[in-house]
């Protein structure tokens, strides 16, 4: 595991994010989502895939070999939301509404890391970033660093990823899905569940899921969250691409 914050770390995935390469995950923080079905974490990882997070909670390291993630440790550092949805926090919306500031699977990756303050909340992470920004060791808008020690970072731009759900019934969906490299073998069947093998290791991850349309929401055993989406007959999901088998 990388140690984080070091100006050749930073070399290191500006270089390495530029190329297209491995996915990113920073690991072991404490995590404010700003998402109240989701919740805060005390201790778990976010993973990137492009401009979006693609898996939030605990659990995640470890399939960071099986991705071939790049992996910064956050021990002691709290990630939050560079932008809080102040009716959300305020409790004006349902629960059940899914607001596109939170660090959830599927919003764009913004978020600032900071040193962790023992029983802080969301809101008063974000003003204490706000007031100080140089407080912060890392910001990530839309998956790239911007801010390093309070400077700039001049890294390549990703294009904002969107996704039209449509109304598809989760029936068609059901079945075993395989990655291209024939590594990952995702079970989803019809109770709702997912079964996953890896590297031919049976049960290696296992939880629960919904479809809306053409997206689908994992919350895992573990207690990690991911998702993916269906598109043109393919599941994308974490940065693999499935075929139906």
């Known amino acids: 595991m ?12 500006t270089t390495d994010r530029a190329a297209g390469h491995r996915p990113l995950l920073f690991g072991n923080a404490r995590i404010i ?35 071939g993630a790049l992996v910064i440790d956050c021990d002691g550092y709290v990630i939050v939301p560079v932008s809080i949805d102040l009716a959300q926090l305020s409790g004006l919306r349902p629960s059940s509404f899914r607001s596109p500031t939170a660090l959830v699977p599927g919003n764009p990756a913004d978020f600032a890391i900071l040193p962790a303050a ?11 970033f706000l007031a100080a920004p140089d407080l912060a060791l890392t910001v990530v808008v839309d998956g790239d660093i911007r801010l390093w020690d309070g400077h700039p970072v001049e890294i390549a731009e990703h294009a904002a990823q ?6 598809a019934p989760a029936d068609r969906y059901l079945g075993t899905w395989i990655d291209e490299n024939d590594f990952v073998h995702q079970h989803l069947t019809a109770d709702g569940r997912y079964d996953e093998t890896r590297g031919g290791r049976p049960h290696a991850y296992q939880g629960s899921y919904w479809i809306t349309g053409d997206r689908i929401d994992y ?23 499935f075929h139906r088998s």
Do not use: C, K
Request: charged content about 25%.
């Open 162 to 167: 969107t996704a039209d759900a449509s109304a």
């Open 118 to 128: 023992a029983g802080e909340s969301q809101s008063a992470a974000v003003r204490r």
């Open 33 to 67: 989502t700003g998402d109240s079905l989701i919740g805060d974490f005390d201790r778990g990882d976010v993973l990137l895939g492009g401009s979006r997070v693609v898996g939030v909670g605990p659990g995640l390291l470890t399939a960071a070999d099986d991705d």
């Open 219 to 241: 919350r895992d055993d573990l207690g990690f969250w991911a998702f993916g989406e269906f598109v043109d007959g393919t599941l994308q999901h974490a940065g693999y691409t």
């Open 2 to 13: 990388n140690t984080p914050f070091t100006p050749e770390l930073l070399e290191l995935i």
